[in-house]
């Protein structure tokens, strides 16, 4: 039979995980696959790039839009379960599709989001008309990133403290920030650090730095204006004149008020996740698309 679409899927996902137990993405894979009455053949059908399984695939966001919805987690990486929500929704399974599954504010605000840059792509495919083919692209372009940056900040969230630390500081080494120096960037020690979680040297001597302080907090929270002036104070203490306050969670009007009379720079969880990206730290590049246009000089000037 042919590869169900993603949205065709969701029983499947969710009967893989009746038992309460947790279960790794081969298990379920395996069992989705059984469940459907897919043959061997057709698991081994591939994109038409040809360098993915269209089952795959499917069944990758399969996973991502049951766990916006709230109705699975991942307790660790490749692991998944039913959450509570999961288990109240489990008897309705077969039924479960896209508009089942925006009774879940969690859903919505996930396929909502960046509505404007027409984050909601497949409807739009299959409803309108009145986009070009480069707007499709940017739209599907647009829609990968916002789930390939919730499933980065999962991920982020989900390190030590002090391995957050290591990774802002490898981000910023990533942005070329101290390119060409030796032992440019270093995460200071957990005790005593005066409030200075990494260091970013911008010159050979260490004259002039970039003192950074790292926090991973819920990214549903908020930083307020008194983390801010306790950082303000440690970069007094140091002399610095250069600050950076990355945190996993946003930033309070009153933060970013005392950050902009402090001057220091401010990064949230969202532009945290779009510099991974941008900067290519905790990613790797699946696929490359060239669009082609139709080059009138050679026609002119050509021959």
């Known amino acids: 039979m042919p590869v169900p679409k993603y949205n065709e899927m969701y ?27 897919l043959s061997d053949d057709d698991l081994a059908e591939l994109l038409p790039s040809g360098k993915q399984g ?41 039924v479960i599709d896209d508009d089942y599954l925006r009774r879940y504010e969690s859903f919505r605000a996930f396929k909502d989001k960046g509505a404007d840059k027409g984050s909601e792509i497949s409807s739009q495919i299959a409803e309108t008309t009145d986009k070009s083919p480069e707007e499709v692209l940017e739209d599907a372009y647009a829609e990968l990133n916002a789930s390939l940056a919730d499933d980065l900040m999962a991920e982020v969230m989900k390190l030590t403290p002090t391995d957050f630390e290591r990774l802002v500081v490898k981000l910023l080494l990533a942005m070329g920030y101290g390119s060409g120096i030796d032992d440019a960037g270093f995460v200071t020690k957990a005790s005593g650090d005066g409030g200075i979680d990494g260091v970013i040297k911008e010159d050979q001597l260490g004259f002039s730095s970039i003192y950074i302080q790292a926090k991973q907090w819920d990214p549903e929270h908020s930083v307020s204006r008194p983390e801010i002036q306790k950082f303000a104070g440690a970069l007094q203490e140091q002399k610095a004149s250069k600050g950076l306050f990355i945190s996993t969670a946003s930033f309070s009007a009153g933060a970013k008020k005392s950050a902009e009379a402090a001057g220091i720079v401010l990064v949230d969880g969202n532009q945290l996740t779009k510099l991974m990206i941008k900067f290519g730290l905790g990613v790797s590049i699946e696929h490359v698309y060239e669009v082609k246009k139709l080059d009138l000089d050679f026609f002119v000037d050509g021959f």
């Open 54 to 94: 269209l089952f795959d695939n499917r069944i990758g966001w399969t996973r991502t839009y049951l766990k916006k919805a709230g109705l699975i987690e991942s307790p660790a990486r490749g692991q998944f379960l039913l959450t509570e929500e999961g288990k109240t929704a489990f008897p309705d399974a077969d």
């Open 11 to 37: 029983g499947s996902f969710l009967r893989a995980l009746k038992d309460g137990k947790i279960h790794s993405i081969k298990e379920i894979k395996q069992a989705a696959a059984v469940d459907l009455g």
